[in-house]
């Protein structure tokens, strides 16, 4: 089993520029999610998904997109990147939501100029 | 909205000392998370716990529900234990299925 896994490990990109982040997981997850990680900053959460075809805002969702296509898949869309996205993007899934253990991919390290 | 504070924010160790990482919040939750990221960057879950005490290995994880607090331990610890510690819990009382609130993390250094 791979796990989780995300693609690209880093990227640059500049102002106004749009890119998709790729999620995968091989556990036959129902529940996924996007989290980015700032310095001197707590995870946030971006968007989520409970299930195949479903998305939802999290805590930050302005400038992202989501989309669950299919369930091992949970993609990540920024239209027209800013500084401000400059940041390191996890996803983690879980069997259900609530109190199940997430499984986090190793990141994406993304820099906007 | 939930709200989690991790003390301290930085610890620096001897290897042997016994650590203690603390984490309060501020809504009732069925379940909270510690994890553990790594210098590389990984994060990895250590536990996840609703009461009680769990143990693997060298660490520790107690919770008190009533308190809303929770601890992590780290027994006899080693450089390898050095590594940033993140508490986590769901946003608001009961569910989870809306992701985690984070901690801010605590960044653990232990020399030889």
């Known amino acids: ?113 | 909205k939930n709200e989690v504070e991790q003390s301290p924010q930085n610890l620096t160790a001897q290897e042997g000392e016994f650590i203690t990482i603390n984490c309060s919040y501020s809504v009732g939750i069925s379940a909270l998370h510690w994890l553990q990221q790594h210098p590389g960057g990984g994060i990895v879950s250590l536990f996840m716990l609703s009461s009680g005490k769990k143990k693997h290995g060298r660490l520790i994880a107690t919770i008190n529900i009533q308190e809303k607090h929770s601890s992590l331990h780290i027994t006899a610890s080693h450089p390898r234990d050095s590594a940033v510690y993140i508490c986590a819990v769901p946003p608001y009382s009961g569910g989870g299925a809306d992701g985690l609130t984070f901690g801010k993390g605590t960044h653990l250094i232990i020399q030889p």
């Open chain 1, 1 to 113: 089993n791979a796990g989780v896994t995300q693609t690209p490990k880093f990227r640059v990109l500049k102002t106004g520029q749009s890119m998709t982040l790729l999620c995968a997981q091989d556990m036959n997850h129902e529940y996924m999610y996007w989290y980015r990680q700032d310095p001197g900053m707590g995870l946030r959460l971006i968007h989520y998904s409970v299930g195949e075809g479903t998305t939802a805002k999290g805590e930050v969702p302005d400038g992202y997109n989501v989309s669950r296509l299919k369930k091992q898949n949970f993609l990540l869309g920024l239209e027209s990147a800013a500084p401000s996205q400059t940041s390191v993007y996890f996803c983690a899934s879980s069997y259900f939501g609530g109190p199940y253990e997430q499984y986090f991919g190793p990141g994406t390290r993304l820099t906007v100029t």
